[in-house]
């Protein structure tokens, strides 16, 4: 039986073009609508409902509805957003346990859905880039062999199934359940990418120290880099710039004390 749409809003959190809204249908249920904007949201949005289509697990929103280029999921809006509770010290708020929760999370993510074909994983190595012309990117001269060289030892390959983009916007707690939202870039590859990933934006929102979350020094140089390449070319909101920045800093920190450089 059709339904009518009641009320909707956008939530603030989401980067990309694609179009997001809560919406609350007139006999009361209600649904998380995504849709594509353009032709690289459309590719997104089919890769995000191939994923969810496959994984029979509860750490990904139930699909509703899919129809190309429109995505209904079921509504998480209840369930609790990290990024969606500023606290005292910063505009994100991790409870107890709830860092634990989604690490252990992640192991499970790489173990799933193990016939999905999904592409491997090639990610550009970026310390090339910063070597010609380092105090660009802020980095003192005498890191960057180091950095360099540590990044070509990172190891990518792999058969976990990899997010790629695990950040607080992109995790929400409903009841015991971790769920993981927005998988419009996933590979297959090294599990521990999507944890390389999340460790430099726990330090910035009160979380551990990256070298208490990951002690693997070719992965923490990549992150590194990737971050320091983002920052030197950031555009947009002034507050995303500042982000950038922050990550930039810590990822580098921690990427050499990795490598017990000074």
Known sequence: MARRATHWHKPHTG????????????????????????????????TEHTVLAAIEDDFTPTILHWHDGLLITEDLTGAYWPADHPGADGPVTWLPRQIDALTAT???VAGAAPDLPLPAARPARVWPRIAVDPRRFGVAPHLVEPLLSAEAAAEFDGDALVHNDVRSDNVCFAGERVVLVDWSTPHRGNALVDVAQLAPTLAIEGGPDPYDVLRDAPLAAWQAGVLLVRAANAEGPAW??????????VALVWATRCLSLD
């Open 15 to 46: 980067l990309s073009a694609a179009h997001r809204f809560a919406v609350t249908f007139d006999d009361g249920t209600a649904a998380f609508v995504k849709a594509a904007t353009d032709v690289q949201t459309s590719e997104w949005l089919r």
């Open 106 to 108: 992640l192991r499970r």
């Open 240 to 249: 995303l710039c500042d982000v950038l920045r922050r990550l930039a800093d």
